[in-house]
Nanobody
């Protein structure tokens, strides 16, 4: 079973940092390499891709809106994917979700490429 649990959200002032964690079931990592992504959804807006990583080789993808501020990484020993968020802005406020896709996706930041989703963790950035 693919299970994903996010943690690390919270409230922070603009310019601050947070690190989100996505703990995956061992099956997620051990069965086959796959894409794991971070998405966010603000009230009244569509869910958008923020970052993704291919667990097989660690290649990462970032949305233009977060390049230079966010990084995605993995710790295979802990079956965990991290989203380090620096220089946070009020527009980063959203519910953040991690998701697992297949071993090949057409567009790593496309939400329709992902099948399994966590419950989300809230990030609030105040000005």
């Amino acid at each position: 079973q693919v299970q994903l649990v996010e943690s690390g959200g919270g409230s922070v002032q603009a310019g601050g940092s947070l690190r989100l964690s996505c703990a995956a079931s061992e099956y997620t990592y051990s069965y086959s390499s796959k894409y794991i992504g971070w998405f966010r959804q603000a009230p009244g807006k569509e869910r958008e891709g923020v970052a993704a990583i291919y667990t097989g080789n660690g290649i990462t993808y970032l949305a233009d809106s977060v390049k230079g501020r966010f990084t995605i990484s993995q710790d295979k020993a802990k079956n965990t994917v991290y989203l380090q968020m620096n220089i946070l802005k009020p527009e980063d406020t959203a519910m953040y979700y991690c998701a697992a896709g297949g071993s090949w996706v057409g567009y790593p930041l496309g939400r329709r490429e992902y099948t399994y989703w966590g419950q989300g963790t809230q990030v609030t950035v105040s000005s």
